[in-house]
């Protein structure tokens, strides 16, 4: 363990060149009167990294939008990670996939709650570079063995 000078003598994260976390949002908003769609940024992204944080991906839309909206107020790249990745496409004419392979986000990480048709997607598509699906059985598996008493399991690193 290192003694109190040496602590002392450690450059801070700032000086490092680090920047500390802050919190912006978009908030989406709709004129009265001309109905036209706004977004709203409360906080500054301008010359940042940002992730959009969201619970469901269902059109990609959203998430394009963002993307789109945040680069355009000077984020320096854009992250985004959903709970739930449904893909659907219900509200768009495209597909959701080409959707997010067109966005200015670099990355798009979900999880495999809720099965979805990314696994069917060619090797060649364009998202498949951007797109993470994570599992939750190491998490489910975790807290179930928690719950009964038992030692938590391994976990596969890959």
Do not use: C, Q, W, Y
Request: charged share 20%; glycine share 8%; no cysteine.
């Amino acid at each position: 363990e290192a003694g109190d000078e040496e602590v002392v003598a450690r450059p801070s994260a700032r000086e490092r060149g680090v920047s500390t976390p802050s919190l912006a949002m978009l908030l989406p908003t709709r004129d009265a009167a001309s109905g036209v769609k706004r977004h709203e940024l409360i906080g500054t992204v301008e010359g940042r990294d940002v992730i959009i944080v969201d619970s469901i991906i269902d059109s990609g839309g959203t998430i394009a939008r963002g993307a789109t909206e945040l680069k355009a107020r000077g984020a320096t790249r854009v992250f985004a990670f959903a709970t739930h990745g449904l893909f659907t496409g219900a509200r768009e004419a495209a597909s959701p996939f080409d959707i997010i392979a067109d966005a200015p986000v670099e990355l798009v990480v979900t999880t495999n709650t809720v099965p979805n048709v990314a696994t069917t997607l060619p090797p060649a598509h364009p998202v498949r570079r951007k797109l993470v699906i994570l599992s939750v059985a190491p998490i489910i598996a975790h807290h179930m063995a928690e719950l009964a008493g038992l030692p938590p399991p391994e976990v596969d690193p890959s």
